[in-house]
Nanobody, 124 residues
Framework: QRQLVESGGGLVQAGGSLRLSCAAS????????MGWFRQAPGKEREFVAR????????TYADSVKGRFTISRDNAKNPVYLQTNSLQPEDTAVYYC?????????????????WGQGTQVTVSS
């Protein structure tokens, strides 16, 4: 069974950057589109970004466009989320997940194999 593990979160001041990683164990996930979501306290989990299996196509939420970059290195396994110009409203637990091959990229129901998440806290 494929398992995903996120890492790279932490506490950062506004304007700072973090690089989040999502590593997979078990079966390879290099042929799957992958997504990053986040969930702030008291809020629903929301789409952040996704990347195609080849890495050639990416999609971003409007709230992070121009600040976050999703990438992948299929030879080395991880999917990355480079987060720049972080703001307090970016504070959340960030999750990666595997796209199920159908459904909206923006919907959590289109993904499975969720990781445990990594906490990102941005102080003002």
């Amino acid at each position: 069974q494929r398992q995903l593990v996120e890492s790279g979160g932490g506490l950062v001041q506004a304007g700072g950057s973090l690089r989040l990683s999502c590593a997979a164990s078990g079966r390879t996930f290099s042929s799957y589109s992958m997504g990053w979501f986040r969930q702030a306290p008291g809020k629903e989990r929301e789409f952040v970004a996704r990347i195609s299996g080849s890495g050639g196509t990416t999609t971003y939420a409007d709230s992070v466009k121009g600040r976050f970059t999703i990438s992948r290195d299929n030879a080395k396994n991880p999917v990355y989320l480079q987060t720049n110009s972080l703001q307090p409203e970016d504070t959340a637990v960030y999750y990666c997940a595997t796209y199920r091959l159908s459904g909206s990229y923006y919907s959590t129901s289109s993904y499975d194999s969720w990781g445990q998440g990594t906490q990102v806290t941005v102080s003002s």
